[in-house]
């Protein structure tokens, strides 16, 4: 056979191998779930989330979903508002598909440590971060308070002190504390009937809020919530004799209707440290909006705490440039400066 010059090819000689995947384009765009069913997470189990979908006032159901490949590792967690595709009838056995995570009014996270950055997100669209704390067994810790705090000063969230234990010793020398701060606070007791007293005044600070219980193990988060939602059946614990901290009863988060229908509560389990490593300290002054602008005139570095060189907070609070708050606003914040920038979060 004689060879072909390059001349003599012409279009009709091309070949073209058919592709075994199919002729259809790869696209990027992602199909837009116009349809998709609302819904909130309530809590996450070994890569399953637990939702309820809530269609123009009909009847709550509970739906089991997944995260749709298109979301990647995008953090989902209970409080979230989440859209729904895929079979979202609830029934027993079905799977639907978490395709889009709504926008979110607040994220609230911690680190494990004060130098590792990695963050830990813990629920998302709260208003209310409730602080639980013993006042006796286990002994309060206010390390933990202040952590609290500074987190949820730069999540934008409000904040409210529980004491629990009441009938174990008074509150007042650790309400003195926090005098300064202006924190909203409740405290609760025991009754020998086995009730609580101050509840009451906890729901009035829940109703209509989304809310999230925080504290140590031990000091009273699962009895608060079994009786502010009967029938959550949250499971309590008793303190360890030996290391004084609470046992962990709860294993993982959970989102609940208050029985007014008009509000959420997360538990969380209890933690034994919270780390503020994923926070940057101009984060926290950016929260105290009287203060910042007046920071603005500080050297460059400055820490703006109690021994900072040539500090110009000081001058300018005395000088009544800071609001009424003055003297007291001041001292929050470098209480909570130095929580976030304290490398000890067993401390707490």
């Known amino acids: 056979m004689v060879g072909r010059r390059s001349r003599d090819w012409d279009e009709s000689d091309v070949r073209v191998r058919p592709n075994r995947r199919g002729s259809r384009p790869r696209t990027k765009d992602r199909p837009a779930h116009r349809d998709a069913v609302?819904?909130?997470?309530?809590?996450?189990?070994?890569?399953?989330?637990?939702?309820?979908?809530?269609?123009?006032?009909?009847?709550?159901?509970?739906?089991?979903?997944?995260?749709a490949r298109e979301l990647g590792r995008s953090p989902v967690v209970p409080g979230d508002v989440v859209a729904l595709a895929g079979d979202v009838s609830g029934r027993e056995g079905t799977l639907a598909r978490i395709v889009r995570i709504e926008e979110r009014s607040s994220f609230l996270r911690r680190s494990a440590d004060?130098?590792?950055?990695?963050?830990?997100?813990?629920?998302?669209?709260?208003?209310?971060?409730?602080?639980?704390?013993?006042?006796?067994?286990?002994?309060?810790?206010g390390g933990m308070i202040d952590r609290c705090l500074v987190a949820a000063y730069v999540a934008g969230v409000d904040a409210l002190l529980v004491l629990t234990k009441a009938d174990l010793r008074?509150?007042?020398?650790?309400?003195?504390?926090?005098a300064p701060l202006g924190l909203e606070?409740?405290?609760?007791?025991?009754?020998?009937?086995?009730?609580?007293?101050?509840?009451?005044?906890?729901?009035?600070?829940?109703?209509?809020?989304?809310s999230v219980l925080i504290g140590h193990s031990g000091v009273g988060k699962s009895t608060l919530l079994n009786a502010l939602v009967p029938?959550?059946?949250?499971?309590?614990?008793a303190v360890n004799d030996v290391t004084g901290r609470g046992r962990h009863t709860s294993s993982s988060a959970l989102a609940l209707r208050l029985p007014s229908h008009d509000g959420w509560l997360i538990d969380t389990p209890g933690v034994r440290s919270f780390g503020l490593g994923h926070v940057d300290p101009e984060d926290l002054l950016d929260a105290f909006a009287d203060l910042a602008p007046l920071a603005e005139e500080c050297p460059r570095?400055?820490?703006?705490?109690?021994?900072?060189?040539?500090?110009?907070?000081?001058?300018?609070?005395?000088?009544?440039?800071?609001?009424?708050?003055?003297?007291?606003?001041?001292?929050?914040?470098?209480?909570?400066?130095?929580?976030?920038?304290?490398?000890?979060?067993?401390?707490?």
């Open 38 to 67: 609302p819904a909130r997470v309530v809590a996450v189990d070994r890569g399953r989330w637990r939702t309820v979908v809530d269609e123009g006032g009909a009847q709550e159901r509970a739906v089991t979903a997944m995260r």
């Open 114 to 141: 004060d130098d590792d950055a990695t963050e830990r997100p813990l629920v998302a669209n709260v208003d209310l971060m409730v602080m639980v704390t013993a006042l006796a067994d286990p002994e309060p810790r």
């Open 170 to 178: 008074s509150p007042a020398p650790f309400l003195e504390t926090y």
């Open 185 to 210: 606070h409740v405290v609760t007791s025991r009754r020998e009937d086995g009730g609580i007293t101050g509840l009451d005044p906890l729901r009035e600070h829940l109703d209509g809020r989304i």
């Open 231 to 237: 029938g959550a059946d949250r499971a309590t614990g």
């Open 301 to 348: 570095g400055c820490t703006h705490l109690e021994d900072a060189p040539d500090c110009s907070l000081d001058a300018a609070v005395a000088a009544g440039r800071a609001g009424t708050a003055g003297p007291s606003r001041l001292e929050s914040y470098r209480r909570l400066a130095t929580a976030l920038r304290r490398n000890d979060p067993w401390d707490l």
